[in-house]
């Protein structure tokens, strides 16, 4: 009876299994996919990479690039961001950037980049990324999502509070435009969308550097959201004591904020202190507390690198040449983690300190993010 | 203390006894900025010139062995076997020596780096790197200390003692230029020292054998069983192309790499001239002791840069595309502090370490007494030396050594 299965429904798997060993067995000590990608980069099977299909300038410092994924890509949910690894110098940089589109129909994702004034990748995928430029992918990722309101039991409308500052606009816009596609007759306000009731405050240093602002200004023409921008050229640096002002229904909102430390670390004391629900999603280290530094090896790598205590692991074992695994270079998306199997590390962002000493902590080693810990004192890394 | 112990042989003079130790701090300091300079700029133009190189390549050879599978026509056969050759040639030269050099780790492509790459060879690559990287691009040239001076099998330089067995040592030389790939999958794994212990191996070695003897089986299946299959009817003429190409590149790649250290004029230090050795000291040493095949860029890139072997040896972990740019500094820094900056055509390279090799095959000094006339003489002196007892031999070395002196007299 097996038997008689197996001959059934094996022949074309077990032919492919042997074309592709015959087929590795040719191209040793390379792949075929190898030879493969020298014609058809985005290829189902292929690493995942992205072509740029065109870039659009927002302000006179951000761009959209639009982005044709390969065919492996999995889709992604809006406020989900992609880690982009490209070639900056000839050195490929890892970072991590909102989806800016929800899902559109030709299957193209789209980031925005603000270029940072002393950025590394930013200005350069800004300035010099051109239409036809291949970039490495990863899947979508991250919990910063909108709440889906068939996950929510009553029928309620389900009201949320954006507190967005700089390129923190970027989440919040994916899943903006989700909910509520623009098109050339307008912004669209779909039925599924109905069911949501939305206030956006935006932060920026002035109007003209702020990207978004017509998508924004658009959305909130049409009715589909309530925008409160709030520029510190022309309102002053906002103060949350004036939160309850801006948006009197306050306390009836989930809010999701979305910008850099300082403001979000404000945030979550105002929330926390008042009870409300709260999302966050930081869009930058800041460095609290410098480790002691130390000399790092890597094990596997045979490599040992002198680490001061003021800035990651990551990238001073990236200068000294070590190939490290890395993502977001900002402590969220885990990519980076590797095993301490002895020594101590600090967060640079908490100034907590994670040991891990030989014979007590586990064989496999402690795992540490290397994006975001300095070297406080000689360490040993399973690399 | 002088740098270089060398010991004065007959017809040689200590080629740095004119530099002060403050002129070879000087040397190592302008060798310094140089290396700066070429960081310094390291960027996107190095980067497309490398992936450019492995696109060439990859193509040439997919190319090449899929004319191939039609080898049974000759066309075919000739045109599959030439590119397959160049392919083999550019993927272990310019590419795999390089990569595997960590030339091109800076650019944190998990594809083209050190740790990651592998190469159509039989040697694995961290055995490779083991014995190339760390043994001999450390150790260059001191006899004892360097094994890629004559690959243990080969009489390197007056100083080792003449024996009968060198007579053979020509013969040694093309078999091993012949099985290039193999020689150096048996010498990286140290084969011929761990057949002498006898039987008892170490854990290592038994696991290094096992590394390469894989690395073998898959090399061997994938030209002489795989592809001659896929072509069919071409399968013979397939197998025979894969051998050609296979064996042009190994003839090609031993050519290139004698011409690195082996030709006249290259200095061989002894051990104990590298004991505190200061790193301007060792930039000397690889200044000394390579030398460079001058020629077109195509040659350049055939060759994998190391036409540019002093400027490799120098910094062997700089992009190669830029060897050929900063040579003609480090010539000019030759020139300036009188140091011998050897560069000549590949035939003459060639020549010069065929020469060589065939000189130290013969007891010192043999090659230089021996004319048209002497011949039967000196042959006779040759076979006594061959087949005499060690204190034969002795007594006509001296003799022979005695006359060379002789004859070298009257020019200097």
Redesign the interface.
């Known amino acids: 009876m097996l038997d008689g299965m197996s001959t059934a429904v094996a022949p074309s798997t077990r032919w492919r299994a042997r074309a592709r060993m015959?087929a590795e067995?040719?191209?040793?000590?390379?792949v075929p996919g190898?030879?493969l990608d020298?014609f058809a980069p985005l290829r189902s099977g292929a690493e995942l990479r992205g072509r740029v299909v065109s870039v659009h300038p927002e302000t006179a410092d951000a761009a959209t690039l639009v982005i044709r994924p390969g065919a492996d890509w999995g889709g992604h949910v809006p406020g989900q961001y992609v880690r982009i690894g490209v070639?900056v110098?000839?050195?490929?940089?890892w970072r991590a950037y909102s989806l800016t589109h929800g899902p559109r129909t030709d299957g193209r994702i789209s980031i925005t980049v603000k270029a940072v004034p002393d950025g590394h990748v930013s200005p350069y995928l800004v300035r010099h990324t051109k239409p036809g430029t291949l970039l490495h992918l990863e899947q979508a990722a991250g919990e910063f999502v909108l709440p889906t309101p068939s996950s929510v039991e009553s029928r309620e409308t389900t009201k949320l509070l954006f507190i967005t500052a700089g390129s923190g606009i970027t989440p919040v816009i994916g899943m903006l435009r989700n909910l509520y596609p623009s098109t050339d007759s307008g912004v669209l306000r779909p039925a599924r969308s109905a069911a949501y009731d939305i206030v956006v405050l935006h932060v920026a240093p002035s109007e003209p550097d702020s990207i978004f602002t017509a998508d924004l200004r658009r959305l909130e023409a049409s009715g589909a959201i309530r925008l409160v921008a709030r520029y510190d050229d022309q309102h002053g640096v906002l103060d949350l004591a004036d939160l309850d002002a801006l948006v009197p229904d306050l306390g009836e909102r989930t809010t999701f904020a979305c910008g850099p430390g300082g403001l979000l670390d404000a945030i979550v004391a105002h929330h926390e202190e008042r009870g409300l629900p709260l999302f966050t999603e930081q869009f930058k280290v800041s460095t609290v507390v410098a480790g002691e530094g130390g000399s790092v090896t890597f094990e596997r790598?045979g490599r040992t690198v002198e680490c001061d205590g003021g800035r990651p692991i990551l990238e001073q074992a990236?200068e000294a040449?070590v190939?490290?695994p890395s993502g977001c270079r900002m402590g969220i998306c885990y990519t980076c983690v590797l095993p301490l199997r002895e020594g101590a590390v600090r967060d640079l962002r908490t100034g907590d300190l994670t040991t891990a000493i030989a014979g007590e902590t586990p064989a496999g080693g402690v795992p540490i993010q290397t994006c975001i810990n300095a070297a406080a004192g000689p360490c040993q890394i399973d690399h | 203390m002088t740098t270089i112990q060398k010991k004065a042989t007959i017809g040689q003079a200590n080629p740095i006894a004119h530099l002060s130790p403050e002129d070879i701090e000087l040397i190592g300091k302008e060798l310094d900025a140089i290396r700066a300079s070429v960081i310094d700029t390291r960027g996107e133009r190095d980067a497309r010139y490398i992936r450019r190189v492995i696109k060439t390549q990859r193509s040439l050879e997919l190319g090449s062995r899929v004319v191939l599978l039609a080898s049974l026509f000759p066309p075919a056969w000739l045109v599959g076997t030439a590119g397959l050759a160049v392919s083999k040639i550019l993927e272990n030269m310019e590419i795999g020596h390089n990569v595997l050099h960590g030339q091109w780790d800076w650019m944190r492509d998990p594809k083209i780096h050190s740790t990651t790459w592998d190469w159509d060879h039989i040697t694995p690559p961290d055995q490779w790197q083991h014995s190339h990287n760390e043994l001999h691009h450390t150790y260059t040239n001191v006899v004892g200390k360097d094994n890629d001076l004559g690959y243990g099998i080969m009489r390197v330089d007056e100083d080792q003692p003449w024996h009968p067995m060198h007579l053979g040592q020509p013969l040694w030389n093309f078999l091993n230029a012949l099985f290039f790939e193999y020689g150096i999958a048996a010498y990286d794994l140290e084969l011929r020292g761990e057949l002498r212990k006898g039987k008892r191996h170490t854990e290592k070695f038994k696991n290094d054998a096992k590394a390469v003897l894989r690395k073998l089986r898959k090399q061997v299946a994938k030209d002489y069983v795989v592809h001659p299959l896929l072509s069919g009817p071409s399968f013979l003429p397939t197998m025979l192309a894969n051998f050609t190409a296979n064996t042009i590149r190994n003839l090609w790649s031993h050519s290139v790499i004698m011409c690195g250290h082996f030709p006249e004029g290259v200095e061989t230090f002894e051990t104990r001239s590298i004991e505190g050795e200061t790193k301007p000291q060792w930039y000397l040493r690889q200044m000394l002791g390579s030398a460079n095949i001058s020629g077109s860029k195509l040659m350049h890139i055939m060759t994998g840069n190391l036409s540019h072997q002093i400027e490799h040896h120098l910094f062997p972990d700089l992009p190669s595309n830029r060897y050929g740019e900063i040579a003609p500094k480090v010539k000019a820094l030759f020139e300036r502090y009188d140091l011998a900056y050897c560069a000549r055509p590949l035939p003459l390279q060639v020549y010069s370490a065929w020469h060589k090799v065939i000189r130290l095959s013969l007891p010192n000094g043999w090659l230089d007494t021996t004319n048209a006339r002497n011949l039967p003489v000196q042959l006779k002196r040759l076979y006594e030396m061959t087949t005499g007892s060690p204190k034969v031999r002795r007594a006509l070395q001296a003799r022979l050594v005695q006359e060379q002196r002789r004859a070298l007299a009257p020019a200097a």
């Open positions: 015959i067995a040719a191209t040793t000590p390379l190898d030879f020298l070639d110098d000839g050195v490929r940089c790598a990236e040449g190939l490290m």
